[in-house]
């Protein structure tokens, strides 16, 4: 059984610019959620993708997008960089219902410039 | 809006001795309660979890209770030992079905041998 792995684990990146993350989920989950993480801080929603359909959302701004392969990988996806972007990317994937762990991989280390 | 709080930042105890782990939310909607624990460079690893129909959880050396009348849960972890140094971060979810994560801010714990 494979764990959730992210790629990469730290990216530079200056501000006004694209950048993609990647997160392949553990084995046998279907969802996948993304967690934007900043310094000091716990964890926040980003958004949920489910049988490749966003299924919920945070109060994050349309310029974070995301994608969900039939594999049930996933990219999340930030256009027109801000500094305030620097933080750390969580992607966490888990089985689709009530009373389920999620489990998150190691996270990828944005540095907006 | 922090809906759930963990106002302890950090918590120093003896090996051998209780850590208590606090966290309190606002939401009466959250049906389900989560601790992760995290060490550095790594994602949230899943700690223990309790429903919202119950008012305690044990898993060996770590407990969680939850008092829902006063939107409160703890993490116990007896004994402690220097190995459960981390940040640990309470989080809740609503009833919606996302599985979306709301997580307080984190608690460090230093187990000093």
């Known amino acids: 059984e494979t764990g959730v792995t992210q790629s990469p684990t730290h990216l530079i990146k200056t501000r006004g610019q694209q950048v993609t993350l990647r997160c392949s989920s553990q084995?046998?989950?279907?969802?996948v959620s993304w967690y934007q993480q900043a310094l000091g801080q716990g964890p926040q929603f980003i958004f949920q993708y489910y049988r490749e359909e966003e299924n919920g959302r945070g109060n994050f701004p349309p310029r974070f997008s995301g994608l969900q392969f039939p594999n049930y990988s996933s990219e999340l996806n930030v256009n027109a960089l801000e500094l305030d972007d620097s933080a750390l990317y969580l992607c966490?994937?888990?089985?689709?219902?009530?009373?389920?762990?999620?489990?998150f991989g190691q996270g990828t280390r944005l540095t907006v410039v | 809006d922090q809906q759930v709080k963990q106002n302890s930042p950090s918590l120093s105890v003896q090996e051998g001795r209780i850590s208590i782990l606090n966290c309190d939310y606002t939401?009466?909607?959250?049906?389900?309660f989560l601790w992760y624990k995290k060490y550095p460079a790594e994602g949230p690893t899943f700690l223990i979890s309790i429903s919202s129909i119950k008012d305690k959880n044990e898993d060996g050396r770590f407990t969680v209770f939850l008092n829902k009348s006063a939107k409160h849960l703890s993490l116990h972890i007896v004994p402690s030992q220097p190995g459960d140094s981390a940040v640990y971060f309470c989080a809740a979810r609503g009833q919606t079905g996302a599985n979306n994560l709301f997580f307080g801010t984190g608690t460090r714990l230093t187990v000093i041998p």
């Open positions: 939401n009466s909607m959250f049906d389900y």
């Open positions: 966490a994937s888990s089985l689709q219902g009530f009373n389920t762990e999620a489990f």
């Open positions: 084995s046998g989950h279907n969802t």
